[in-house]
């Protein structure tokens, strides 16, 4: 099977990105399995090894915990832009980072830009440390351990 398809998660990504921009149809499903079984080969090799799910529970418990954030932030920066200018302590902070993994960083940095509030603006360049905008902050301490409590140390487990 491996033969057939080399790379399986791209080949179901073109395809489902193939039929979500132009629909379904007998002749578009063809296409799709066409194009999903040989752009994998035409493409390079990722630069960077494709990284093993070590924990699928953990990664759904984030994905809902992510979910409910995402709500939970779209209310609390609502209810700021809808009062009183003077009440929103706009900052910057330096997340020191616990993750090894490229692919993990990159998605705790997506992660944290995705959760309305805050945006990861940086990585540096030793990958130790990503900054990150908060539009509300009253302690930027608790803005850092909340982001790695809540993101980073369930990455670490997913992405070991």
């Not at 979500?20 to 194009?35: C, D, E, I, K, T």
Request: proline fraction near 9%.
């Amino acid at each position: 099977m491996r033969a057939l398809i080399p790379h399986p998660l791209s080949s179901l990504a073109i395809a489902v990105l193939w039929l979500l921009l132009n629909g379904l149809s007998n002749g578009q499903l063809v296409l799709a399995v066409l194009f999903s079984l040989a752009l994998p080969r035409l493409l390079p090799a990722p630069a960077i090894p494709s990284p093993r799910l070590a924990a699928p529970m953990v990664a759904a418990k984030l994905v809902l915990v992510v979910l409910y954030d995402i709500v939970k932030a779209n209310l609390e920066v609502a209810v700021r832009i809808l009062g009183p200018e003077s009440r929103i302590r706009p900052t910057f902070v330096w997340v020191p980072l616990d993750i090894a993994s490229p692919q993990g960083i990159a998605v705790f940095a997506s992660i944290i830009t995705m959760t309305p509030g805050t945006l990861s603006c940086e990585v540096s360049e030793d990958r130790r440390w990503l900054l990150v905008h908060a539009f509300h902050a009253d302690d930027a301490e608790a803005v850092v351990a909340d982001v790695k409590s809540r993101y980073e140390a369930p990455l670490r487990e997913i992405f070991r």
